[in-house]
């Protein structure tokens, strides 16, 4: 069975920095592209950055761009979310999601972890 | 950008009624690449069907997806009490977008 754990959220200040984890387990996990979705309070959800299986090619929602870091470890079964510059509208549930396929192109989200909670203020 | 807009925002609704939920794509959907999940407070998100029409393993066959384009329903034919949950649609055709959710509560 497919089980997909979060981690790493938290309360940080405007500007600060965190990383969050996902790891994977009961899957070929490099066989497979991963993304973050993320859900504000009282919000629907949004879909911030992808991740192919190789980690070679990474996707981000504009806007994330340029603060927010996707990265993987095939060795370790973990995808990250390196948030830097965070601003009180990144605050969310931070969910981890497994692609159905290698690529994240035209592929659905098959298997979610139960989310993180990230809180940014001061 | 493609917006889904899911209506109604809450059905109340008896268990062994059937429930019918809808989402309208502001644009057509790219080969109908449309998902619906359902999720539970404190759960993962559950993927029910995909590519408009097709269950996902281990979903029962009282959940059906239908539709094209723009306009897609999900049905649930006789609803059991573990189905009262929050629904929401989601495109994957061009990036990735997702409605804003329909509450299915037990009237």
């Known amino acids: 069975e497919v089980q997909l754990l979060e981690s790493g959220g938290g309360l940080v200040q405007p500007g600060g920095s965190l990383r969050l984890s996902c790891g994977a387990s009961g899957l070929t996990f490099s066989n497979y592209a991963m993304s973050w979705v993320r859900q504000a309070p009282g919000k629907g959800l949004e879909w911030v950055s992808s991740i192919s299986g190789s980690g070679g090619s990474t996707y981000y929602a504009d806007s994330v761009k340029g603060r927010l870091t996707i990265s993987r470890d095939n060795s370790k079964n973990t995808l990250y979310l390196q948030m830097n510059s965070l601003r009180s509208e990144d605050t969310a549930v931070y969910y981890c999601?497994?692609?159905?396929?290698?690529?994240?192109?035209?592929?659905?989200?098959?298997?979610w972890g139960q989310g993180t909670l990230v809180t940014v203020s001061s | 950008e493609i917006v889904l807009t899911q209506s109604p925002g809450t059905l109340s609704l008896s268990p062994g009624e059937r429930a019918t939920l809808s989402c309208r794509a502001s644009?057509?959907?790219?080969?109908?690449?449309l998902a619906w999940y359902q999720q539970k407070p404190g759960q993962a998100p559950r993927l029910l069907i995909y590519d408009a029409s097709i269950r996902a393993t281990g979903i029962p066959d009282r959940f059906s997806g239908s539709g094209s384009g723009t306009d897609f329903t999900l049905t649930i034919s006789r609803l059991e009490p573990e189905d009262f949950a929050v629904y929401f649609c989601?495109?994957?055709?061009?990036?990735?977008?997702f409605g804003q959710g329909t509450k299915l509560e037990i009237k």
């Open positions: 644009q057509s959907v790219t080969s109908d690449y």
């Open positions: 999601a497994k692609y159905s396929g290698y690529s994240p192109h035209s592929a659905r989200f098959d298997y």
């Open positions: 989601q495109q994957y055709g061009s990036s990735y977008t």
